[in-house]
């Protein structure tokens, strides 16, 4: 029996938590493509290949490869790691379950991949895994493994996994980047100090959400003393449209720098029309919009992919719950665009990238920031129920906030000081 616990957040000091959820208001997608059954072109082809062994692989996803975002950047991923893994003489024969709906489809995808032989299937979304669970436990053979998720790690299943990275490190990142070209803008005359003002568009207001947006903002803040932050939650994760309209109106409400967690390229392109600037996610988004778009993070899942695969080829247990960051790369920044970034960027982005791999520099430094004008002096976590648990692990230590350090999945839910959300969520 794995320890069950889910991590939530609570404050002590009467300060209030922000923790609400919801679920996508996109109507689900339920039409796959054909199953990608071949094996991937990056790959050694199967008379050349190193004698070794094969594993079959489902991937079930949210959306598919056109995307540019949040499903392109698993297809990375995927081919990263078939390609590192060709070179250990294990062949990964992928089946590719695309545009998946976070409802029943799910499930009878789990049940397809599992029917058709997959020694492990990976669910791509955070509303995956509810339908996943239905099916793990018909199929304990198999492995299943669900990303970006929490509840996995802490049931009575020995096949369930959990995996995440550390994606705030590379939103501290991309904050210091923003928060230089404010302070050049300051500094030219371009914008007074309380212009400096982030819109940041975001999906849902759950903890991974904020947790973005927060150290996003502080890694801003830590070289622009003076910004601010308006968030505005568009109440899904992928809806181009509606991501284009709240990084527009943020724009109008006098924001002039654009950041997101949402995986379409609008905002980024919107940007850019109104004039703004912007720093993306899932993806380079340059492309898109040159002259706004200063540099993005993303999670690079080739090192779990190929730890996971390569596990199940030898018959090895895995991790129930797995995140890393920096540290083996499994969060990676993607280009800085010089042309438009502030004097002297590269050089500190290097300087603080080496802190945060060292651990000199914590992202939640708890004397970088203050709630309701009081410094967080301790954090527990509740236990399912939402029931205050005196045993339950203090997540605050050495002083700072410990993200993703008890489990996976990120817990930090607090609203700090200097961000404004503009609606309450979903």
Known sequence: MKKFLALL???ILALSLAACGGGSDQPPQTTDKPADTQQPADSAPA???????TVKVGLICIGDENDQGYTYNFIRGKEAATEALAAKGITVDWVVKWNIGEDSGCED???????EGCDLIINNSFGFE???LKVAPDYPEIEFIACTNQASWGDSLDNTH?????IYEGRYLAGVVAGMKLQQMIDEGEITADQAVIGYVGAFSFAEVISGFTSYFLGARSVCPSVTMKVQFVGSWSDATEEANAASALADMGCVMISQHSDNTTPATTAQTKGVFHTGYNNDMISVAPEASLIGTRINWAPYFEYAIESVANGESFDQDWCHGMDMDAVVMTDLNEAIAAPGTAEKLTEVEAKIRSGELQVFDTSTFTIEGKVLESAFALDTDGDFAPDSEEAVFDGAFHESYFQSAPYFALRIDGIDWINEAF
């Open 9 to 11: 957040l609570s404050m």
């Open 47 to 53: 008379d050349t290949a190193p004698e070794g062994k």
């Open 109 to 115: 995808a789990n049940i397809e991949l599992a029917d």
């Open 130 to 132: 509810p339908f996943m």
């Open 162 to 166: 959990n995996a995440f990275a550390n």
